[in-house]
């Protein structure tokens, strides 16, 4: 299964929880895990937040961030811009290009945030969702 993943996914990533239970072992889960290229930008723009969040410091925060870009692919920008006015029709903020990378793939969003449920074009599916598809 294809998946786009978004920022706070990602940031559960960086503690011990299911969310990077699920990520590390996504192969032998059958996922394939893309995100657009600005949410890796906006955890780094937010490596401060995302310390205190995890308990980690800024090494740590490093070593984890090279280990979750070599379970998801990072897709850049150009590559799904096309699909942009689309998606701005289903969502009006930062998480744009979320939704222009799912409609470019044709797949699910795998997203905690409830809004993003509001629309019906593009399934979203939360980690408890995503837990009970993979029978977790």
Not at 26 to 40: A, K, N, Q, R, W
Not at 118 to 134: A, H, I, N, P
Request: charged fraction near 30%.
């Amino acid at each position: 299964m294809q998946l786009v993943v978004d920022t706070n996914i990602l940031l559960s990533f960086f503690r011990e929880n299911p969310v990077r239970l699920i990520i590390i072992n996504s192969d032998f889960l059958g996922l394939e895990i893309s995100t657009p290229e600005y949410v890796i930008d906006e955890l780094k723009k937010n490596e401060s937040d995302v310390l205190k969040y995890s308990k980690i410091n800024s090494v740590q925060f490093n070593e984890i961030l090279e280990e979750l870009k070599r379970f998801i692919k990072i897709i850049p920008k150009q590559s799904f811009e096309q699909f942009e006015s689309r998606a701005k029709q289903l969502i009006h903020d930062k998480d744009v290009p979320i939704f222009s990378l799912a409609l470019k793939l044709s797949c699910p969003i795998w997203s905690n945030e409830p809004r993003f449920k509001k629309q019906s074009l593009v399934k979203v599916l939360s980690t408890g969702d995503l837990r009970k598809e993979l029978e977790l």
